[in-house]
T-cell receptor, first 115, second 112 residues
């Protein structure tokens, strides 16, 4: 059974640009969550989708957005990139809405560097 | 808001030593509790989870954790560590908004 797949693995972007990251959940998982991991702030929740609906949103500016498609694949977009957006972006999937009583399986992440 | 505290940022142990990593969260109510591990260069993996029932939870690779509600704690234990346990360990709590709130992580180094 394939795990959570995130593409691309690495990205280098320039300040002011925008970026789109992709996540394919485990087959059968309908919940997808996104996290930002940085050395200074640790792991922080971005948002969660279940059946194409955003169920939850963390405390990030509106430049961060996401969506989920009917096949449960998800994308997140960051517009007007800032240097502080450099981070490892992690996607996690769960068969349950909000991962309740199950938890999440994580992908390997996309390493975004903003220069 | 819920917060999670992991007491030790770095722990160094010799092989065969016993391990206990502390995790405390800020308030009670119904909580889902998790320990994840991140081996060097790898993705986060679930070690164990607690939702309800027996407060002593057994996970993979010989790890266990005990949920003590009165102390708001969910400490991770292993009786005898191996060099391959070198990794970063994260405690996480699902809050009432169903968000995973993470501790800062503990980097564990096992000396062979």
């Amino acid at each position: 059974k394939a795990g959570v797949t995130q593409t691309p693995r690495y990205l280098i972007k320039t300040r002011g640009q925008q970026v789109t990251l992709s996540c394919s959940p485990i087959s059968g998982h309908r919940s997808v969550s996104w996290y930002q991991q940085t050395p200074g702030q640790g792991l922080q929740f971005l948002f969660e989708y279940f059946s194409e609906t955003q169920r939850n949103k963390g405390n990030f500016p509106g430049r961060f957005s996401g969506r989920q498609f009917s096949n449960s694949r998800s994308e997140m977009n960051v517009s007007t990139l800032e240097l502080g957006d450099s981070a490892l972006y992690l996607c996690a999937s769960s068969p349950r809405d909000r991962g309740v009583n199950y938890g999440y399986t994580f992908g390997s992440g996309t390493r975004l560097t903003v220069v | 808001a819920q917060s999670v505290s992991q007491h030790n940022h770095h722990v160094i142990l010799s092989e065969a030593a016993s391990l206990e990593l502390g995790c405390n969260y800020s308030y009670g109510g119904t909580v889902n509790l998790f320990w994840y591990v991140q081996y060097p260069g790898q993705h986060l993996q679930l070690l164990l989870k607690y939702f309800s029932g027996d407060p002593l939870v057994k996970g993979i690779k010989g790890f266990e954790a005990e949920f003590i509600k009165s102390k708001f704690s969910f400490n991770l234990r292993k009786p005898s560590v191996q060099w391959s346990d070198t990794a970063e360990y994260f405690c996480a709590v699902m809050d009432s908004n169903y968000q995973l709130i993470w501790g800062a992580g503990t980097k564990l180094i096992i000396k062979p």
